[in-house]
């Protein structure tokens, strides 16, 4: 999506659009997903967001993102998270003098399976935990 399209977009195109992110390709993408593996967005309405680098289906307002789009997108975030997560874990070892024994995930992106493989590959020896409803609306 270019620069800015997505602030250009209505309050309730915004709200509609984030929600299909967090309930579909958010939470279901992993690393090992097919190739041929895409995800359907429904854009709100065409004539608000300029033409994008995605494919669209025909008049239907649809964005298609392949699982090749969403690697790139989460490899660029995951990292990040990681980084923070080893900061935190290197706090507690320094005001506790002890690792800590679970790393707790929640919220709407702590169901996202890329970035639990991500946590359990860099944190191996800590327990990492995801209820089942990690993200609660």
Known sequence: MPEGSFDRLT???KSKLTNYWKQGPSREYEPNNRKDKSWILSVPT???IPRMEFQYRGKN?????AAGDLK???STVVPGIVRLVQRQ????????????????LVGGFGENRFLL????RAFS???ILRPKDACVE
């Open 11 to 13: 309050p309730w195109a």
């Open 117 to 120: 493989a991500e946590l359990k």
């Open 72 to 74: 790139s997108i989460f």
């Open 125 to 127: 020896d800590i327990q």
């Open 89 to 104: 874990v290197e706090a507690i070892i320094e005001s506790t003098g002890t690792s800590p024994q679970v790393i707790l």
């Open 61 to 65: 307002e649809k964005l298609k993102l």
């Open 46 to 48: 065409y004539d608000e």
